[in-house]
C-alpha cells in the first residue's frame, strides 16, 4: 500500500512540475526575444542608435545628405513624420546656420519579436546656432523598428 501511495504522489508531483513548465514557457515574457537573444538584441539596439544619430544630426549644408541618409533608415509611418519635420525646419536651420548633434547614450530594447522592436532610447543632442552659442538637451523615444532585407529600420518614433 505504501508503495503505491509514494508512486501515485510522484505521479501528481511531477504533473504539477510539468503543469508549472508548461506555465513558465507560455508567459509574454517568455516569447520575448529581448530576454532572450542577446546578439539580436544587441544588434537592433545598435542599428537604432546608428539611424537615430544620422538622422537627428545636421548642419546647413549638409541637410541633402542627411535626408539620404534618412530614406535608408526610416520607412512607414517614421518617414513620414521625418519628412513633415525636415519641411517645417528646413528655411531655420539655412537662415539660423543651425548645427545639430545627437548621439544615443542609452537604448533599452522592450520587445523583440521575430522581425519586429520597439526600444526605448535616450538620446543627447547639441546644438549651435550661428554665433548664439551652444545648447544641450535630452530626448526620450519609443522607437519602433522592423527588419527588411537583414537592417533594422525605423518605423515609428514616438516622444515621450
Not at 33 to 53: F, I
Not at 98 to 111: F, M, P, Y
Request: hydrophobic letters at 40%; one cysteine or more; charged letters at 25%.
Amino acid at each position: 500500500m505504501v508503495p503505491a501511495v509514494c508512486a501515485a504522489l510522484l505521479v501528481l508531483a511531477g504533473c504539477g512540475f510539468f503543469y508549472g513548465a508548461h506555465q513558465a514557457r507560455s508567459t509574454p515574457s517568455a516569447a520575448n526575444r529581448a530576454l532572450t537573444d542577446a546578439e539580436e538584441t544587441t544588434r537592433v539596439a545598435g542599428d537604432v542608435d546608428n539611424a537615430l544619430a544620422r538622422v537627428f544630426s545636421y548642419t546647413p549644408d549638409g541637410l541633402e545628405a542627411t535626408e539620404r541618409a534618412a530614406r535608408s533608415v526610416l520607412a512607414g509611418r517614421a518617414q513620414r513624420q521625418y519628412t513633415e519635420l525636415m519641411e517645417r525646419i528646413r528655411a531655420d536651420v539655412a537662415a539660423r546656420r543651425v548645427t545639430l548633434s545627437t548621439q544615443a547614450v542609452r537604448t533599452g530594447v522592450i520587445e523583440l519579436d521575430g522581425d519586429s522592436a520597439r526600444l526605448l532610447v535616450f538620446l543627447d543632442q547639441i546644438s549651435h546656432r550661428g554665433k548664439a552659442g551652444t545648447t544641450s538637451a535630452a530626448a526620450q523615444l519609443t522607437v519602433t523598428a522592423r527588419r527588411e532585407d537583414d537592417q533594422w529600420r525605423i518605423v515609428d518614433i514616438k516622444t515621450r
